[in-house]
């Protein structure tokens, strides 16, 4: 059974930093591109990072600058680490897994809650 554990949600202060992790198990993980989503209740969900298998990054717009992904293969496990939060980062966050950055996942988590008050 492939699972994935999303972690680290918080509630933080504008301008903070919280780091998610993502912990995949029953998969391949080396053969899978691990991506960090988001959504808001009554709002569509936003993708956030993604790292593929051979480490190449992509971010929205939105995050540029301010989020990083990274990926430890030997732990199985994806980070988002997040700094200079702002309210409207505020969010439920989940990690997914697929075949590639860019087209829709296979395998998702569940979520972690990010709450940044201003």
């Known amino acids: 059974e492939v699972q994935l554990q999303a972690s680290g949600g918080g509630l933080v202060l504008a301008g903070g930093s919280l780091r998610l992790s993502c912990a995949a198990s029953?998969?391949?993980?080396?053969?899978?591109?691990i991506g960090w989503f988001r959504q808001v209740p009554g709002k569509a969900r936003e993708a956030v990072a993604c790292?593929?298998?051979?480490?190449?990054?992509y971010y929205a717009d939105s995050v540029k600058g301010r989020f990083t992904i990274s990926r430890d293969n030997a732990k199985n496990t994806v980070y988002l680490q997040m700094n200079s939060l702002k309210p409207e980062d505020t969010a439920d966050y989940y990690c997914?897994?697929?075949?590639?950055?860019?087209?829709?996942?296979?395998?998702w988590g569940q979520g972690t809650q990010v709450t940044v008050s201003s």
């Open positions: 997914a897994a697929g075949a590639a950055c860019g087209v829709e996942p296979h395998y």
């Open positions: 029953g998969l391949s993980f080396d053969d899978y591109a």
């Open positions: 790292i593929d298998k051979e480490g190449s990054t």
